[in-house]
Nanobody
Framework: VQLQASGGGLAQAGESLRLTCVSP???????????WGWYRQAPGKQRELVAQ???????NAADSVKGRFTISKDNARKRVFLQMNSLKAEDTAVYYC???????????WGQGTLVTVSS
């Protein structure tokens, strides 16, 4: 599964950004039988899970973003979103779109989009 992430950029603390992940050639049945998520990697740190949404819509999010970030997906448009509100400087990282087959467990990664938050 090929993934493309977009929407990163520069924001001031307290502002919002919205990330979008698309898979240009994915068919609907493949999209809906995957778990979709966003990970991030800050400079000098390990990649960490930000939020994940299952095929059934169950959401798992990191404590550090709960109440501020929202993951969602649009099955019809085959897109996954990460709405990031109340951004903090510590949210600065490269954000990666991630997909994992529900039945196969096979993982796919997007190329990453940089989010920089200035305080």
């Amino acid at each position: 599964v090929q993934l493309q992430a977009s929407g990163g950029g520069l924001a001031q603390a307290g502002e919002s950004l919205r990330l979008t992940c698309v898979s240009p050639r994915i068919i609907l049945s493949t999209f809906t039988n995957h778990y979709w998520g966003w990970y991030r990697q800050a400079p000098g740190k390990q990649r960490e899970l930000v939020a994940q949404i299952t095929d059934g819509g169950r959401i798992n999010a990191a404590d550090s973003v709960k109440g501020r970030f929202t993951i969602s997906k649009d099955n019809a448009r085959k897109r996954v979103f990460l709405q990031m509100n109340s951004l903090k400087a510590e949210d600065t990282a490269v954000y990666y779109c991630h997909a994992q087959g529900r039945d196969t467990g096979v993982e796919s990664w997007g190329q990453g989009t940089l989010v920089t938050v200035s305080s």
